[in-house]
Protein backbone atom coordinates (compact mmCIF):
# COMPACT_ATOMS: atom_id res chain seq x y z
CA UNK A 1 0.00 0.00 0.00
CA UNK A 2 2.97 2.52 0.64
CA UNK A 3 4.38 1.77 -2.44
CA UNK A 4 1.28 2.97 -4.35
CA UNK A 5 0.78 5.96 -3.02
CA UNK A 6 3.89 7.64 -4.50
CA UNK A 7 2.28 6.07 -8.27
CA UNK A 8 -1.11 7.48 -8.05
CA UNK A 9 0.61 10.64 -6.76
CA UNK A 10 3.07 10.82 -9.96
CA UNK A 11 -0.05 9.76 -11.83
CA UNK A 12 -1.93 12.52 -10.81
CA UNK A 13 1.22 15.07 -11.50
CA UNK A 14 1.88 13.94 -15.03
CA UNK A 15 -2.19 14.16 -15.33
CA UNK A 16 -2.19 17.29 -14.12
CA UNK A 17 0.82 18.78 -16.23
CA UNK A 18 -0.68 16.89 -19.05
CA UNK A 19 -3.63 19.04 -18.72
CA UNK A 20 -2.32 22.56 -18.22
CA UNK A 21 0.20 21.97 -21.11
CA UNK A 22 -2.66 21.33 -23.08
CA UNK A 23 -5.33 24.46 -21.92
CA UNK A 24 -2.58 26.65 -22.18
CA UNK A 25 -1.67 25.22 -25.70
CA UNK A 26 -4.90 26.23 -27.24
CA UNK A 27 -3.78 30.01 -27.06
CA UNK A 28 -5.68 32.51 -29.07
CA UNK A 29 -4.48 32.53 -33.10
CA UNK A 30 -5.00 35.16 -35.40
CA UNK A 31 -8.02 34.89 -37.87
CA UNK A 32 -7.18 35.39 -41.43
CA UNK A 33 -10.68 36.82 -43.20
CA UNK A 34 -11.90 35.92 -46.52
CA UNK A 35 -11.15 38.47 -49.37
CA UNK A 36 -13.97 41.01 -48.88
CA UNK A 37 -16.50 40.54 -50.89
CA UNK A 38 -19.87 43.30 -51.48
CA UNK A 39 -22.72 42.75 -53.86
CA UNK A 40 -22.48 46.11 -55.92
CA UNK A 41 -25.84 45.80 -56.67
CA UNK A 42 -26.73 47.06 -53.48
CA UNK A 43 -28.85 50.60 -53.80
CA UNK A 44 -27.42 52.94 -51.23
CA UNK A 45 -30.78 54.83 -51.29
CA UNK A 46 -32.38 51.50 -50.04
CA UNK A 47 -30.00 51.35 -47.30
CA UNK A 48 -30.14 54.92 -46.25
CA UNK A 49 -33.91 53.95 -46.13
CA UNK A 50 -33.45 50.83 -44.32
CA UNK A 51 -31.34 52.32 -41.67
CA UNK A 52 -32.43 52.01 -38.33
CA UNK A 53 -31.41 51.44 -34.54
CA UNK A 54 -32.21 47.52 -33.56
CA UNK A 55 -32.63 46.66 -29.52
CA UNK A 56 -33.52 42.94 -30.06
CA UNK A 57 -31.19 40.11 -31.10
CA UNK A 58 -31.41 36.58 -31.93
CA UNK A 59 -28.06 34.20 -30.71
CA UNK A 60 -26.00 32.92 -33.94
CA UNK A 61 -22.56 33.48 -35.23
CA UNK A 62 -22.13 35.76 -38.24
CA UNK A 63 -20.65 33.75 -41.22
CA UNK A 64 -16.55 34.79 -41.75
CA UNK A 65 -17.31 36.42 -44.99
CA UNK A 66 -19.71 38.67 -43.79
CA UNK A 67 -17.94 39.55 -40.30
CA UNK A 68 -15.21 40.36 -43.30
CA UNK A 69 -17.51 42.25 -45.64
CA UNK A 70 -18.70 44.26 -42.46
CA UNK A 71 -15.32 44.95 -40.87
CA UNK A 72 -14.12 46.40 -44.62
CA UNK A 73 -17.22 48.28 -45.38
CA UNK A 74 -16.69 49.66 -41.39
CA UNK A 75 -13.08 50.84 -41.64
CA UNK A 76 -11.22 48.35 -44.47
CA UNK A 77 -8.69 50.17 -47.04
CA UNK A 78 -10.34 51.05 -50.39
CA UNK A 79 -7.51 52.64 -51.61
CA UNK A 80 -4.88 49.74 -51.92
CA UNK A 81 -1.67 52.39 -53.45
CA UNK A 82 -2.82 55.23 -50.50
CA UNK A 83 -3.55 53.06 -47.31
CA UNK A 84 -6.55 55.09 -47.37
CA UNK A 85 -10.00 53.81 -45.56
CA UNK A 86 -13.65 53.87 -46.34
CA UNK A 87 -14.67 56.39 -43.57
CA UNK A 88 -12.85 59.64 -42.77
CA UNK A 89 -10.01 60.84 -40.29
CA UNK A 90 -8.49 64.05 -39.51
CA UNK A 91 -5.21 64.68 -41.24
CA UNK A 92 -5.83 61.15 -42.08
CA UNK A 93 -4.16 59.82 -38.69
CA UNK A 94 -6.47 57.01 -38.92
CA UNK A 95 -6.55 56.65 -34.81
CA UNK A 96 -9.31 55.02 -34.31
CA UNK A 97 -8.93 50.73 -33.77
CA UNK A 98 -11.77 48.53 -34.36
CA UNK A 99 -11.81 45.62 -31.95
CA UNK A 100 -14.14 42.80 -31.83
CA UNK A 101 -15.83 41.26 -28.98
CA UNK A 102 -17.18 37.47 -30.53
CA UNK A 103 -18.42 34.93 -28.57
CA UNK A 104 -14.94 33.14 -28.39
CA UNK A 105 -12.95 36.08 -27.01
CA UNK A 106 -11.38 39.63 -28.52
CA UNK A 107 -9.51 40.82 -31.43
CA UNK A 108 -8.25 44.07 -32.99
CA UNK A 109 -9.15 44.17 -36.81
CA UNK A 110 -6.20 44.49 -38.87
CA UNK A 111 -7.34 46.41 -42.15
CA UNK A 112 -3.97 45.85 -43.88
CA UNK A 113 -3.70 42.16 -43.35
CA UNK A 114 -7.63 41.76 -43.22
CA UNK A 115 -6.96 39.51 -40.25
CA UNK A 116 -8.32 39.83 -36.73
CA UNK A 117 -5.16 39.92 -33.99
CA UNK A 118 -6.29 37.93 -30.70
CA UNK A 119 -6.47 40.68 -27.88
CA UNK A 120 -8.19 38.73 -24.84
CA UNK A 121 -9.58 35.31 -24.61
CA UNK A 122 -12.76 34.39 -23.89
CA UNK A 123 -16.82 35.99 -24.04
CA UNK A 124 -16.03 39.56 -23.20
CA UNK A 125 -19.04 40.84 -24.69
CA UNK A 126 -21.25 41.67 -22.01
CA UNK A 127 -18.11 44.53 -20.78
CA UNK A 128 -18.55 45.91 -24.02
CA UNK A 129 -21.95 48.02 -22.35
CA UNK A 130 -24.08 48.44 -19.29
CA UNK A 131 -26.93 47.14 -20.79
CA UNK A 132 -27.76 43.46 -21.75
CA UNK A 133 -29.79 43.56 -24.55
CA UNK A 134 -26.96 42.39 -26.54
CA UNK A 135 -25.67 39.61 -24.90
CA UNK A 136 -26.83 37.34 -27.47
CA UNK A 137 -25.79 39.38 -30.53
CA UNK A 138 -23.13 37.80 -32.41
CA UNK A 139 -20.37 40.89 -32.76
CA UNK A 140 -19.74 43.96 -30.27
CA UNK A 141 -17.39 46.38 -31.66
CA UNK A 142 -15.49 48.84 -29.45
CA UNK A 143 -14.16 52.17 -31.16
CA UNK A 144 -10.82 52.76 -29.57
CA UNK A 145 -8.83 56.06 -29.85
CA UNK A 146 -5.00 56.08 -29.86
CA UNK A 147 -4.22 59.47 -29.11
CA UNK A 148 -0.94 59.17 -29.79
CA UNK A 149 -1.17 59.03 -33.22
CA UNK A 150 -2.34 62.27 -33.62
CA UNK A 151 -1.17 65.59 -33.95
CA UNK A 152 -0.17 67.68 -30.85
CA UNK A 153 -3.33 68.85 -29.33
CA UNK A 154 -5.27 69.18 -26.25
CA UNK A 155 -6.37 65.65 -25.05
CA UNK A 156 -10.47 67.46 -25.55
CA UNK A 157 -9.53 68.32 -29.48
CA UNK A 158 -8.14 65.03 -29.82
CA UNK A 159 -11.23 63.29 -28.14
CA UNK A 160 -13.45 65.50 -30.30
CA UNK A 161 -11.62 64.94 -33.25
CA UNK A 162 -11.34 60.81 -32.84
CA UNK A 163 -15.49 61.03 -31.89
CA UNK A 164 -16.18 62.62 -35.51
CA UNK A 165 -14.22 59.56 -36.82
CA UNK A 166 -15.73 57.16 -34.56
CA UNK A 167 -19.17 58.34 -36.03
CA UNK A 168 -17.93 58.29 -39.52
CA UNK A 169 -17.46 54.48 -39.02
CA UNK A 170 -20.59 53.83 -37.69
CA UNK A 171 -22.24 55.12 -40.26
CA UNK A 172 -20.74 52.68 -42.35
CA UNK A 173 -21.41 49.90 -40.26
CA UNK A 174 -25.19 51.35 -40.01
CA UNK A 175 -25.61 51.25 -43.78
CA UNK A 176 -24.03 47.97 -44.32
CA UNK A 177 -25.98 45.93 -41.57
CA UNK A 178 -29.00 47.90 -43.80
CA UNK A 179 -27.87 46.58 -47.05
CA UNK A 180 -27.39 43.03 -45.42
CA UNK A 181 -30.73 43.12 -43.26
CA UNK A 182 -28.32 42.82 -39.59
CA UNK A 183 -29.35 44.19 -36.86
CA UNK A 184 -27.25 47.36 -35.12
CA UNK A 185 -27.56 49.70 -32.49
CA UNK A 186 -24.42 52.54 -31.78
CA UNK A 187 -23.61 52.53 -27.98
CA UNK A 188 -22.23 54.88 -25.42
CA UNK A 189 -23.21 53.53 -22.15
CA UNK A 190 -19.90 51.38 -21.67
CA UNK A 191 -17.66 50.88 -18.10
CA UNK A 192 -14.90 51.98 -20.07
CA UNK A 193 -12.32 51.55 -17.40
CA UNK A 194 -13.42 47.75 -16.76
CA UNK A 195 -13.33 47.22 -20.67
CA UNK A 196 -9.79 48.77 -21.12
CA UNK A 197 -8.25 46.58 -18.44
CA UNK A 198 -9.32 43.59 -20.24
CA UNK A 199 -8.32 44.86 -23.53
CA UNK A 200 -5.11 45.54 -21.96
CA UNK A 201 -4.97 48.90 -23.39
CA UNK A 202 -2.50 51.81 -22.91
CA UNK A 203 -3.05 54.78 -21.76
CA UNK A 204 -3.06 56.98 -24.91
CA UNK A 205 -5.83 54.31 -26.01
CA UNK A 206 -9.13 55.69 -25.03
CA UNK A 207 -12.42 54.12 -25.67
CA UNK A 208 -14.65 56.13 -27.72
CA UNK A 209 -18.06 54.29 -28.25
CA UNK A 210 -19.29 50.90 -29.06
CA UNK A 211 -21.63 49.24 -31.55
CA UNK A 212 -23.60 45.85 -31.45
CA UNK A 213 -24.59 43.75 -34.91
CA UNK A 214 -25.76 40.87 -35.26
CA UNK A 215 -28.96 38.44 -36.52
CA UNK A 216 -32.46 40.32 -35.86
CA UNK A 217 -34.38 39.29 -33.40
CA UNK A 218 -37.39 37.70 -36.04
CA UNK A 219 -34.60 36.03 -38.00
CA UNK A 220 -34.74 32.42 -37.69
Known sequence: MKTRIPIVIAACLVFSVCFLVSAFGQEMKPIQLPEPKLDPSKSL??????????REYS???????????LL???????????????????????EIDLYVALADGAYRYDPKGNALVPVA???????????????????????V?????????????????????TGFIAQNVYLFCASEGLATVFRAGIDKPKLGAAFKLRPEQKITFAQTVGLPKSAK
Open 145 to 165: ADLARMNEAEESIKMLLASAG
Open 72 to 94: WAAWGINRADSGKRTAPSAYNKQ
Open 45 to 54: VQALKDRKTS
Open 59 to 69: SGNLPQQTLSN
Open 121 to 143: PGDLRMLTGTQSYFKDAAVNLVY
